[in-house]
């Protein structure tokens, strides 16, 4: 069975600061996918990554993949208020391609000013 | 616009009576799937579709239906709802061969 652990579950830092959230995943998997959920809100698609050494940034949001760790991570540069949100990750079941995603249990990350 | 719609957005029930949450897309997507979001557990997927009377069961299927009998509507079914089933429910679609999956606004269903 696929298990998706994200760490730190939560995450209060302030504004400037850098940090980094992380995503371990159990079995084989070449695609993992960072979703953000801004409370009370449906879930935003932030970053496909695709294959092993995949890094895609976005403003102050990059990611990255490594597939033999079974690892990605999500850097905040400089972190700034509008940045408070949920993040997931979520990874393709191994069998079923990406008909099937297993989701971790979400970084509730908040800015302080 | 482009989008994911369900309705309703807010439902309180009592245990045993048949629902059904609705969910549709405009995008011509082949691919919708239904998640339920519950505290410290992320979202689980409970069915998914990869088109037109093509269906199968995500990881926490039991006690819910679904059906794809046109393109753009998935509807979700629970023929007799328990408390646990108390969640907050999302729909996604995707279009075939890419990865981004598009959220429907979610549907918070309370079972009393």
């Known amino acids: 069975e696929l298990k998706v652990e994200q760490n730190p579950l939560f995450l209060s830092m302030q504004e400037g600061k850098n940090y980094t959230i992380y995503c371990n995943y159990s079995?084989?998997?070449?695609?993992l996918y960072w979703y953000r959920q801004d409370p009370g809100k449906s879930l935003e698609s932030l970053f496909v990554?695709?294959?092993?050494?995949a890094v895609k940034q976005e403003g102050r949001l990059m990611a990255s993949l490594d597939t033999k760790a079974r690892l990605s991570t999500l850097h905040i540069t400089a972190a700034v208020h509008d940045l408070s949100a949920t993040y997931f990750c979520?990874?393709?079941?191994?069998?079923?391609?990406?008909?099937?995603?297993?989701f971790g249990t979400g970084t509730r990350l908040t800015i302080i000013p | 616009e482009a989008q994911v719609t369900q309705n309703p957005r807010y439902l309180i029930t009592v245990t045993g009576k048949k629902l059904t949450v609705t969910c549709s897309q405009n995008?011509?997507?082949?691919?919708m799937s239904w998640y339920r979001q519950d505290p410290g557990l992320g979202l689980r997927q409970i069915y998914y579709?990869?088109?037109?009377?093509?269906?199968d069961k995500g990881d926490v299927p039991e006690g819910y239906k679904v059906s794809r009998k046109e393109k753009r509507n998935f509807p979700l079914i629970l023929e007799s709802p328990s408390p646990n089933q108390t969640s907050l429910y999302f729909c996604?679609?995707?279009?075939?061969?890419?990865?981004?999956?598009?959220f429907g606004p979610g549907t918070r269903l309370t079972v009393t």
């Open positions: 979520a990874v393709d079941s191994p069998n079923f391609g990406n008909e099937k995603l297993t």
């Open positions: 995008m011509n997507h082949e691919y």
């Open positions: 990554l695709l294959s092993n050494g």
């Open positions: 579709s990869m088109n037109v009377e093509v269906t």
């Open positions: 996604a679609s995707r279009k075939m061969g890419r990865y981004e999956q598009y």
């Open positions: 079995t084989t998997s070449d695609r």
